[in-house]
C-alpha cells in the first residue's frame, strides 16, 4: 500500500477542496522542488493538500474521485492501465488535473489515452535555455489565467509541442526560420481544455524551479491551478 502525505488539514466550516500533487519521475524537472513552491500556495487557497511520490497513487480511484484538483510533476515514466483509466474517469467526472512542462507532456509516452487527456506532447526543444518571449493570445485575453498578463520572456528551455485542436491556446511562443525552419511559427505554451465535466490545464514553462522567479510564470500556473480546480 502506498503512504501519502497529508501537508495541510482541513479548516473549520465549508469542506476544503482536496489537491493531490503526483511528482516524481526524471529528476532533472525538480520534482519535488518545483511542486513544493506551490504547496503554500495551494493551502492559502482552501486546499487540503495530499502529495504522493508513487504512481500507484492513481490505483485509488475512490481518492481520485474525492480529489478536487489533480496537480501532476512527473517526467516520462509509464502508467498501467489501470492508473491511467482511473486518472482519466476522474477527470472525465470533475476531477481537475493541471501541471507544467515534461512533468505533464513528457509523460508516459507510449500512452495515447494519457495524451487524449492532456491534449500535447513533447516533441523537442532547441539545446540548452535561451531567453524567449510568451505571448497572450489576444482571442483569449479575458480568460482568468493570462487576464491582465503582457508578454513577458523567461530564460529555460522552449518546447516544440504536438497539440490537439480541441486546446484553447493561452499563449504562445515563436521559433524564428533558420536552416530547418522555412517560416516563422507560433507554437502553443500554455493551453486549457475540458475533458467531460473536468479541466485540464498545461504550462510549457517550468524545466527548472527559478522559471518561477518570472512573476508572470508563476501567476499563470498559480491561475491554472485555480482555473483547473472542481
Known sequence: M???TETSSPGSGRRARRALVVRGGWEGHSPIEATDLFLPFL???GFHVTTAEELEVYEDAELLAATDLIVQCWTMGELTRKECANLVAAVHAGTG???WHGGIIDSFRGDLDYQLLTGG????HPPGFATHRVDPVEAFAD???IAGLDAFE?????YWVATDPLNDVLATTTFEADEIL???VAIPAVWTRRRGLGRVFVSTIGHKPDDF???EARALTERGLLWASR
Open 213 to 215: 522567479d518570472t512573476a
Open 154 to 158: 523567461v530564460h529555460t528551455e522552449r
Open 121 to 124: 506532447q513533447f516533441l523537442m
Open 143 to 145: 480568460h482568468p489565467v
Open 182 to 184: 522555412p517560416r516563422p
Open 97 to 99: 488535473f493541471a501541471g
Open 43 to 45: 493551502r492559502r487557497h
Open 2 to 4: 502506498t503512504d501519502y
